[in-house]
């Protein structure tokens, strides 16, 4: 059975912006232009249209026209463990790395509260900064700082975490986390956050703090994790 005319003009709109012909953030033709186009009525392309953006990939605004939204990411780190780089290639997406620091500190208090530590204990932090190949215009996605107890882990400061991934690595050493608690909350960030993910220090993040644990319930990591809130979007999973 042959497509009604309003699921064609969306195929048509929707494989325009997927080649980048309607590019994110630029206009596409006017309803006159895309009716005469597609040889359809005013009625039936505002069917796609509407469809459109309840899918969002369209942005209508009133007395100037109709725009290529920015895509969302889908992160499903609420809905399971998993590492940021086994999350991408899920979504056959391919994640870059960049670390911005990675060194030997005195944690600070609420870093010791989330682990168990005394004060003044070591932990080794972990700062980068992550990407997504083909992902809008490439920015980055995701500020996310970890911080793990030195005695557990006394060699973390070697690694290459530009290439490794983090869980992985604490799977290899019968360290791998078994068990999360995260809080999920929209601030401002940090001027230093924001200059990284190259934003406006005004443009809310979503932030999520997490603590992961082993098996055996030992605190082994607690992360601080950014995203911009208007490129990032959060599967969360509910069973009773």
Sequence with gaps: ???????QAAEYIRAHIKSGAYPVGGQIPTENELTELLGISRPTLRLA???LTQEGLLMRVKGKGTFVRQQKVLHESTRFITGYR???????????TRVLDLSVHSAPSPVCAALGLN?????TRLTRLR????????APVLYTTVFVPY???????????????????????????????RRLEVVMPPSEVAAELGISAFEPCVL??????????QAIEYAESYYPASTSSFMIEVNR
């Design 119 to 123: 004060e003044g204990a070591q932990v």
């Design 208 to 217: 999520i703090s997490s603590t992961g644990y082993t098996a055996d319930g």
């Design 151 to 181: 005695t557990l882990f006394p060699d973390m400061k070697t690694l290459n975490f530009t290439d490794l991934s983090f869980y992985e690595v604490l799977a290899q050493r019968n360290m791998d986390v078994r068990r999360a608690i």
């Design 86 to 96: 086994a999350e991408a290639e899920k979504h056959h997406c391919t994640m870059r």
């Design 1 to 7: 059975m042959a497509k009604a005319l309003h699921e």
């Design 131 to 138: 990407h997504l190949e083909g992902t809008g215009n490439e």
């Design 49 to 51: 249209l509407d469809r």
